[in-house]
């Protein structure tokens, strides 16, 4: 079992930055590849950016040059490090762990980018 708890968001102006943390408990998180989705109101959610366990990345078109994920296995935590923020990715920021026989959600956290 592994109960993922997201952080770090909140209210910034358009062209700002925010990092957001997820810190995964239980067990064997460098086991699982680590996720951040997003959902507005009225869309679906969308994968914005991807961990493996190995390290490689990868992220929607949106948000490439923008936006980076990473993560540290020592502290079972995955970031999202989002410059040059948009109104367009104000949203519920999701952390998703998953492996071939399970995966996880957090709850999410709000970000909102207004001026």
């Known amino acids: 079992q592994v109960q993922l708890v997201e952080s770090g968001g909140g209210l910034v102006q358009p062209g700002g930055s925010l990092r957001l943390s997820c810190a995964a408990s239980g067990s064997a998180f460098s086991s699982y590849h680590m996720d951040w989705y997003r959902q507005a109101p009225g869309k679906q959610r969308q994968l914005v950016a991807a961990?493996?366990?190995?390290?490689?990345?990868n992220y929607v078109d949106s948000v490439k040059g923008r936006f980076t994920i990473s993560r540290d296995n020592a502290k079972n935590t995955v970031y999202l490090q989002m410059n040059s923020l948009k109104p367009e990715d104000t949203a519920v920021y999701y952390c998703?762990?998953?492996?071939?026989?399970?995966?996880?959600w957090g709850t999410g956290t709000q970000v909102t980018v207004s001026s």
């Open positions: 998703h762990a998953r492996r071939s026989d399970n995966d996880y």
């Open positions: 961990i493996t366990r190995g390290g490689s990345t």
